[in-house]
């Protein structure tokens, strides 16, 4: 039997396609490489191709033995969500609703679904638990939750059992250097800074420096993009164990401020790092952190790599040895 990994050659889908076939799983991997690269795909079966096309997914599952599925397969920048979010509800909504009815057409039972953090708007304390209510204040939150629903009623008329993993912000990359962070364009701050230290970029924007928070810059959250992929694992694992379905925040309970992972990138590159201190931005809160208690009680998570310098060593390694990324 195999799992079917959707968006599995984008950042956090292929490290999970990776974990997967390390602890001897077949692993099926669909994607349009729209936002994916086939550099990512370190092993299974690639099938190209996109979740909104209802052909080509029944396709893949009468192909293969298809026993779960790992839906990463979504489009994930906020703020080209507000302005077309057409796009997001197409992609992100519609393209869940063809998948789940493709398994529910082969009798697939289980699905881990990569979710965010987003989904709960403004936070109302730090950190944020699974029963705070949601109000996303972005169409990407806003079609996550979507999709999260979906999959509630899914289970409850056919007994589609699911996770959903909420988490912020994903960084580093693979212990074996294969593969890593590679957005087109790149809206994330570690490796934006990195790109800057490469001299890629001029320079790395601060986007307020009066937060009420210890140096005043904004606090988030930063996970391992391995100790997610565990989560995924190990979620797959709960469900397979009879789990029922549910909701897991995924975090390191600790944030971590823009000037914290700058300096961090400064001690690792061995260099400084040209900044500008700008604006707040419309919307930014001044801190972003999950609790993960749920997650370590129940699916026995518990993040390896929650050092913001061991984060920082992992994607350095990437971008210093992959300076234009899949595509070098």
């Known amino acids: 039997m195999a799992v079917l ?24 991997i669909v994607d349009s490489l729209e936002t994916g690269h086939r ?10 191709g996109d979740i909104r096309d209802q052909e080509f997914l029944n396709a893949v599952f009468a ?12 489009y994930s920048l906020v703020g080209e969500s507000m302005t077309n979010p057409g796009k997001y509800y197409d ?3 519609h393209g869940t609703l063809v998948l789940l009815e493709a398994m529910q057409a082969h009798g697939v039972k289980h699905i881990v679904f990569s979710s965010t953090a987003a989904t709960y708007g403004e936070p109302e304390r730090a950190p944020i638990v699974e029963s705070d209510r949601t109000n996303p204040t972005n169409v990407y939150g806003e079609t996550k939750l979507a999709m999260e629903k979906m999959m509630g009623w899914f ?12 988490y912020f912000n994903a960084a580093g990359a ?4 294969l593969i890593g962070e590679d957005h087109r364009p790149e809206s994330h701050l570690v490796p934006l800074v990195l ?59 600790t944030g971590f401020s823009v000037l914290e992972v700058i300096k961090t990138a400064e001690a ?24 993960a208690d749920k997650a370590k009680q129940v699916l026995g998570w518990q993040p390896k790599r929650d050092q913001l310098t061991q984060i920082m060593e992992s994607a350095w390694r990437w971008h210093s040895s992959r300076p234009n990324g899949y595509a070098d």
Do not use: W
Request: aromatic share 6%; glycine share 12%.
């Open 268 to 291: 690792v590159v061995g260099k400084p790092i040209r900044t500008v201190m700008k604006e707040r931005r419309a919307g930014d809160p001044a801190i972003l952190i999950a609790s």
């Open 39 to 48: 550099g990512a795909v370190l092993g299974g079966t690639l099938e190209i």
């Open 155 to 166: 289970d409850q008329s056919y007994q589609l059992r699911y996770v959903a993993l909420r």
């Open 91 to 93: 992609n992100n909504v």
């Open 174 to 177: 693979h212990e074996n250097g």
């Open 63 to 74: 192909k293969h033995s298809i026993d779960a599925v790992i839906h990463f397969a979504a």
């Open 5 to 28: 990994v959707t968006g599995g050659a984008g950042y956090i889908g292929s490290h999970t396609a990776a974990e997967l076939i390390a602890r001897g799983e077949e692993v099926v």
């Open 195 to 253: 790109q800057t230290a490469l001299g890629k970029r001029e320079e790395i924007a601060v986007f307020g420096s009066d937060y009420d928070t210890k140096d005043g810059t904004c606090v988030r959250d930063y996970i391992h993009v391995s100790d997610l992929a565990d989560a995924h694992v190990l979620a797959l694992q709960y469900l397979r164990q009879g789990g029922a379905s549910d909701v897991f925040n995924l975090g390191n309970g």
